[in-house]
């Protein structure tokens, strides 16, 4: 299947702090790019969605302004944690796919972040 | 919330068929079966997808039954690294209407 890289495989920082986690899609353009956040023992949860060069589509719940997402290239989508709190310790993780074609979604090896 | 249900837990031997069931008896005629597993502390692997027939790839088989209702995705010869949990997931393959909203999904352990 296709390969979606993201990094760092995990972070440290410090409350107060901000944090950018990069998602690329290795070997296909990826119109559409997904994050999503897992806490421990549960399932992964979307957070939003972005189409390249177009806003992010945020889920209910999910502070715009605390999670930035900019996806401005077809093969790379940032998630910028703002003001890290431990209680944004998550794993993130981020999907994507080539819409034009309908392709499945591929996931990255996801982020563990871990705000102290 | 999630469109599909699926056992909580099922347990396999190794090197036997392992059979994971999904209920989605409220999938839309333009809605397709995925279905990902996630290994402990790794994003989700793709499995398959299907709409209506059933599939099969290197990994897996998928059978839908004929309304569509539900479906069960074999792995012919589970091995130890087949440990995981596995989602069943629908949604439109279209555009803006794909997205992949996972369940609780079914913790397979192989066992020796």
């Known amino acids: 299947g296709a390969v979606v890289s993201q990094h760092p495989s995990w972070v440290i920082c410090k409350s107060g702090t901000s944090v950018k986690i990069e998602c690329r899609s290795l070997?296909?353009?990826?119109?559409?790019m997904f994050w999503y956040r897992q806490f421990p023992k549960q399932s992964l949860m979307l957070m939003a969605t972005s189409n390249e060069g177009s806003k992010a589509t945020y889920e209910q719940g999910v502070e715009k302004d605390k999670f930035l997402i900019n996806h401005a290239s077809l093969t790379l989508s940032t998630l910028t944690v703002t003001s890290a709190h431990p209680e944004d310790s998550s794993f993130y993780i981020c999907?994507?796919?080539?819409?034009?074609?309908?392709?499945?979604?591929?996931f990255g090896q996801g982020t563990r972040l871990t705000v102290v | 919330d999630a469109k599909t249900t699926q056992p909580t837990s099922m347990d396999c031997a190794e090197g036997r068929a392992a059979n994971l069931p999904c209920n989605h008896s409220?999938?839309?005629?333009?809605?397709?079966v995925y279905w990902y597993r996630q290994i402990h502390s790794q994003g989700p692997q793709y499995i398959i997808h299907?709409?209506?027939n059933n599939e099969t790839n290197e990994m897996a088989s998928l059978i839908i039954t004929e309304d569509r209702k539900s479906s069960t995705l074999i792995l012919p010869h589970a091995t130890l690294r087949d440990t995981a949990v596995y989602y069943c997931?629908?949604?439109?393959?279209?555009?803006?209407?794909?997205?992949?909203?996972f369940g609780k999904g079914t913790l397979l352990t192989v066992n020796p």
């Open positions: 070997d296909f353009q990826a119109t559409t």
């Open positions: 997931i629908v949604s439109d393959s279209g555009g803006s209407n794909y997205k992949l909203t």
């Open positions: 999907s994507a796919r080539d819409a034009a074609v309908n392709t499945e979604a591929f």
């Open positions: 299907g709409l209506k």
């Open positions: 409220t999938i839309s005629g333009n809605e397709y």
